[in-house]
């Protein structure tokens, strides 16, 4: 889930990026956890963010230079941990050189999403894979039931990539969605398992010119865990 306005400054400040920085995200995947970096940047209000299509995989096999980690960067990335646990304590950390502003309309509550199943003012499309999705593959969390939200479509996020993990490009972006009969001239939200991979998906409609696709942020984990959740599968909709 994401952290408060507060504690996102803080985090980034200790980083030592600014308001006024340029920011490039990567994972060591390729295209996973960075896609969910991309957006929280963008939900805070800072559009200056970029992702490395195919991430660290992509740059050490174009044959770019690498670096390990200096002690710089791991005391940066203790700070910023730091300063989060201040923020949730109630103490003031050090002062902010970036200032985070949410941008609520890139960020569904559960309470839209109930909302949407009646009013289906947007298509509502679920990055998990196929089978947690139908009901039919188990979770991976333990506890949690597979299934989906009533009204969702199916588009795993790994199908908007290549084999090399990086984004497919546009053309064959717009396909994919209108094969599983999404309308790209209608609102969309998407969501996922916690969150993550529902950025995939949003990043992938952000690269064919739909920016503000907003993400349901606590996705089937929090969804599911509703008493009386209303759960679709294909068995139950057979």
């Known amino acids: 889930m994401l952290p408060s306005e507060a504690a996102f400054s803080a985090a980034v400040s200790a980083l030592g990026v600014s308001d006024n920085d340029e920011v490039i995200v990567y994972d060591g995947k390729g295209m996973f956890s960075a896609a969910r970096v991309w957006w929280m940047f963008r939900v805070f209000g800072h559009e200056k963010v970029r992702v490395l299509d195919g991430g660290l995989p992509q ?21 910023a941990s730091q300063a989060v646990e ?11 050189i970036f200032k985070a502003k949410i941008q609520p309309h890139l960020v569904w509550r559960i309470e839209e999403v109930n909302e949407n199943i009646h009013a289906q003012t947007h298509q509502h499309i679920d990055a998990r894979s196929k ?30 990539l290549d084999n090399a993990q990086k984004l497919l490009p546009p053309n064959e972006l717009r396909k ?13 939200v998407v969501s996922c398992g916690s969150g993550v991979t529902a950025c995939i998906v949003a990043l992938g409609l952000y690269r064919i010119g739909k920016p503000d696709i907003p993400v349901y942020d606590g996705s089937w984990t929090e969804w599911e865990a509703q008493p009386a959740a209303p759960i679709i599968t294909a068995a139950a909709s057979s």
């Open 59 to 79: 740059w050490r096999a174009s044959g770019f230079d690498v670096e390990s980690s200096d002690s710089g960067a791991v005391l940066k990335a203790t700070a």
């Open 86 to 96: 201040m923020v949730y304590h109630g103490k003031e950390p050090n002062p902010s």
């Open 131 to 160: 089978g947690r999705f139908d009901g039919i593959a188990p979770e991976p969390r333990i506890g949690i039931r597979s299934g989906h939200i009533p009204g969702s479509k199916c588009i795993p996020f790994p199908e908007m």
């Open 176 to 188: 994919r969605f209108e094969q599983e009969g999404i309308s790209l001239d209608r609102p969309m």
